[in-house]
């Protein structure tokens, strides 16, 4: 008789155990820029915009089932690049340990820009002027999560809501420029002030450097 209750009790534990991992946690995703200072202190990233036309995350857990799960935007999502709060960017995610997550989304091609980021620069009369990326075309990102510690491994528990941090990255996107190249860069107005609109018209030099590394060190932190 004991034999029996042992076995009764240990099924009933994990289907508890199986059930649990099917209760989902608040996760939210907000997009922001690195803001660190780079090229002597010359130059720094303030906010942005994008337009996102697709998004999904994949999540690869030790005890449960993988998820995924895919959002298409049509229109396309406008997204604050400030880490401000989006209701069409907040979802459900199962609970349970994940050995990795990734997410992917996609910035579409238009004759406009979608994705903006403003920045200043200190050119060579130490005159701080405002500095403009925009891009027009299609752009695919892959980002692997960590916590905060930078642990791939995240244990997603019931009863907590949890935020998915994107922050892009333009300080490594501006690696390979130069601060000579950016002090000859030609001027335009931005916002009513002479400044550097960096686009595939614009300094379109500076642009194809900085187009090929778009991709490239940008991060996802969820805490």
């Not at 993988?66 to 069409?88: I, M, R």
């Not at 992917?104 to 980021?117: K, M, Q, R």
Request: with cysteine; aromatic share 12%.
């Amino acid at each position: 008789m004991k034999k029996y209750l042992l076995i009764i009790i240990v099924l009933l534990q994990a289907c508890s155990a199986d059930e649990s991992l099917k209760v989902p946690s608040g996760f939210g995703i907000r997009f922001d820029v690195n803001r660190e200072f780079s090229k002597d202190d010359r130059l720094y990233f303030l906010d942005g915009e994008m337009l996102i036309s697709r998004l999904k995350l994949e999540g690869d857990r030790v005890q449960a089932e993988d998820y995924f799960f895919q959002n298409g935007y049509q229109p396309p999502l406008k997204v604050s690049l400030d880490a401000d709060f989006n209701s069409e960017l907040s979802f459900d995610l199962p609970q349970g340990i994940y050995s990795r997550i990734e997410l992917d989304f996609e910035i579409p091609s238009a004759n406009i820009p979608v994705l903006t980021i403003n920045g200043r620069f200190k050119d060579s009369t130490d005159t701080w002027l405002p500095l403009r990326i925009e891009v027009s075309s299609f752009e695919y990102f892959q980002i692997l999560a960590t916590d905060y510690r930078g642990e791939q491994e995240i244990v997603i528990e019931d009863q907590r809501s949890y935020w998915a941090i994107v922050s892009l990255n333009p300080v490594h996107w501006f690696s390979g420029i130069s601060l000579e190249q950016l002090n000859q860069a030609q001027q335009s107005i931005i916002d009513g002030e002479m400044g550097i609109l960096i686009s595939v018209d614009s300094n379109s030099d500076i642009y194809d450097e900085v187009d090929k590394r778009l991709d490239e060190l940008n991060s996802l932190i969820i805490e």
